[in-house]
């Protein structure tokens, strides 16, 4: 589908930049928004991510226009732009992005954009990512699929190391989510000013001043965070997905998936049996599940522990209930489940 998609969002291009070039006989053409007298008219971006957004608004306020190609309620990883959405990108100043977030997604955008002379950005590309956590008690390394020929279907287990193509190194050894790390979230907020300076200087020192709030707010929710997981009873957060591997660094815990770095890609059995002794020997009362996906084997495990759920934003797309959110909102529920993983 991506392939498909790349193709005939090429050929659109290709047809919208020859109409646009054209103009009747004895006509005048419309001057572009770069020529526009008026000092007033706010910039426009674009971008895949939520918290990039939000961190877009914080530090623009009126002076920006954000479009978020991610409607709420979508998987961001395999979510598809329709031909509109993408044509509608081509009118913005930046694309903002980070590297590693929406693979497949990225790699048919960029391309397009690019040769569409629209400038993009990777707001994350200097700042240090971390790799997804591995323990050592965590001795079997491999995942089952299943696919069916005729009317069987049939299960394999598959090694990591005997398959370096398969879909579990997708993301690569670094974890894409570094915007749910406050600290490492400033440096995205820096960045972001930066290139809201580059388009518009004369707005310097609004863009200075909003980010130096935005940080102070950061800051404060990363003393939240370091508050929540102080003298905890427990040290191992059992997940559905590994997207949080940021925060299991910085504040010092493990994470624990259930699935591996593709939702996908479903424990084997004598994994999942490794799991399911490890979360009843340290008790586990509660399992992190994501709200923008449902995971059905993670769901199994909480059954089976009897365990109960709770929920991460990501921050990376919103879920329906949460449109009216914010970065900050959303992480504080992030903090109130932790709390929960973590003493109870």
């Given at each position: 589908?991506?392939?498909?998609l790349?193709?005939?969002?090429?050929?659109?291009?290709?047809i919208?930049?020859?109409?646009?070039?054209e103009?009747?006989?004895?006509?005048?053409?419309?001057p572009s928004?770069?020529a526009?007298?008026?000092?007033n008219?706010p910039?426009?971006?674009a971008t895949n991510?939520f918290?990039?957004?939000?961190f877009?608004?914080h530090i623009?306020?009126?002076?920006?226009?954000?479009?978020?190609i991610v409607?709420?309620?979508t998987?961001?990883?395999t979510y598809?732009p329709t031909?509109?959405e993408?044509?509608?990108?081509v009118?913005?100043?930046?694309?903002?992005y980070t590297?590693?977030?929406m693979?497949g997604l990225n790699d048919?955008?960029?391309?397009l954009?690019?040769?569409?002379d629209?400038t993009?950005v990777?707001v994350a590309?200097?700042i240090?990512?971390?790799?997804?956590?591995?323990?050592e008690?965590?001795?079997?390394?491999?995942?089952?699929h299943?696919?069916?020929?005729g009317?069987e279907?049939h299960?394999h287990?598959h090694?990591?190391e005997?398959?370096?193509?398969?879909e579990?190194h997708i993301h690569?050894?670094e974890n894409p989510?570094?915007?749910?790390?406050?600290i490492k979230?400033?440096?995205?907020a820096?960045?972001?000013k930066?290139?809201l300076i580059?388009?518009?200087?004369?707005h310097?020192?609004?863009?200075?001043?909003n980010?130096e709030?935005l940080?102070?707010?950061?800051?404060?929710?990363?003393m939240e965070?370091k508050?929540a997981?102080?003298?905890?009873?427990?040290?191992?957060v059992?997940?559905?997905h590994p997207?949080?591997?940021?925060?299991?660094?910085?504040?010092?815990?493990?994470e624990?998936?259930?699935?591996?770095?593709?939702?996908?890609?479903?424990?084997?059995?004598k994994?999942m049996q490794?799991l399911?002794e490890?979360?009843?020997?340290e008790?586990i009362?509660?399992v992190?599940f994501?709200k923008?996906?449902?995971i059905g084997t993670?769901?199994?495990?909480a059954?089976e522990i009897?365990?109960q759920a709770?929920y991460?934003?990501n921050?990376e797309?919103?879920?329906?209930e949460s449109?009216?959110a914010?970065?900050?909102s959303?992480m504080?529920?992030?903090?109130?489940s932790?709390?929960?993983?973590?003493n109870?």
């Amino acid at each position: 589908m991506i392939k498909f998609l790349s193709t005939v969002l090429a050929g659109s291009f290709f047809i919208l930049s020859a109409c646009g070039k054209e103009n009747p006989a004895g006509s005048e053409a419309e001057p572009s928004p770069a020529a526009s007298d008026d000092e007033n008219q706010p910039l426009t971006l674009a971008t895949n991510i939520f918290a990039i957004e939000d961190f877009i608004e914080h530090i623009g306020g009126e002076q920006v226009e954000v479009n978020n190609i991610v409607p709420p309620g979508t998987d961001a990883h395999t979510y598809e732009p329709t031909i509109k959405e993408i044509t509608d990108m081509v009118e913005t100043d930046r694309f903002l992005y980070t590297t590693g977030s929406m693979e497949g997604l990225n790699d048919t955008i960029l391309p397009l954009l690019i040769n569409e002379d629209v400038t993009t950005v990777d707001v994350a590309e200097d700042i240090e990512k971390v790799e997804y956590q591995h323990h050592e008690w965590e001795t079997e390394n491999t995942h089952s699929h299943s696919h069916t020929h005729g009317n069987e279907t049939h299960t394999h287990e598959h090694s990591h190391e005997e398959e370096d193509t398969s879909e579990a190194h997708i993301h690569g050894p670094e974890n894409p989510h570094v915007w749910i790390d406050p600290i490492k979230a400033i440096e995205i907020a820096h960045n972001i000013k930066d290139v809201l300076i580059e388009v518009d200087p004369d707005h310097s020192p609004v863009f200075k001043e909003n980010t130096e709030q935005l940080e102070k707010k950061l800051r404060e929710l990363d003393m939240e965070f370091k508050e929540a997981a102080k003298e905890t009873d427990k040290h191992s957060v059992f997940v559905a997905h590994p997207g949080y591997t940021y925060w299991a660094e910085r504040y010092d815990f493990d994470e624990i998936s259930i699935t591996e770095t593709v939702s996908s890609n479903e424990p084997s059995q004598k994994r999942m049996q490794t799991l399911i002794e490890k979360a009843e020997k340290e008790n586990i009362q509660y399992v992190a599940f994501e709200k923008s996906f449902a995971i059905g084997t993670a769901k199994n495990f909480a059954e089976e522990i009897g365990a109960q759920a709770v929920y991460f934003n990501n921050l990376e797309s919103l879920h329906e209930e949460s449109q009216d959110a914010s970065y900050f909102s959303l992480m504080r529920e992030n903090i109130d489940s932790l709390e929960k993983l973590l003493n109870e």
